[in-house]
């Protein structure tokens, strides 16, 4: 699935690619089934490794000298509150 931060308008700000057929409002158990049907050997942990590894945006952000206000907006629409589950 395409991670590229996409900050458009209408259809630039959603990604081309589609789960299910919805280019959004998908959630963990869609792409849990999606990787599964397409044999992605242990989906929920790259998820869990995904979003870990999106998680350090703000410090890496920081340390790269992004602007502040760059790092908040990037981070706030990043979607790591969707719930991940245990398998």
């Known amino acids: 699935y395409d991670l590229a931060?996409?900050?458009?308008?209408?259809?630039t700000m959603r990604h081309q690619m589609t789960v299910g057929g919805r280019s959004d409002d998908f959630n963990v158990d869609d792409l849990v089934e999606l990787g599964?049907?397409?044999d992605v050997n242990k989906p929920q942990a790259i998820l869990e490794q995904t979003v870990a590894a999106f998680s350090e945006?703000?410090?890496l952000a920081k340390k790269w000298g992004v602007a502040e206000?760059?790092?908040?907006?990037?981070?706030?629409?990043?979607?790591l509150n969707k719930q991940i589950r245990n398998v």
């Open 36 to 38: 599964k049907q397409f």
């Open 57 to 59: 945006w703000p410090a």
């Open 5 to 11: 931060f996409a900050a458009g308008f209408g259809y």
């Open 69 to 79: 206000n760059q790092i908040k907006t990037v981070s706030a629409m990043h979607r």
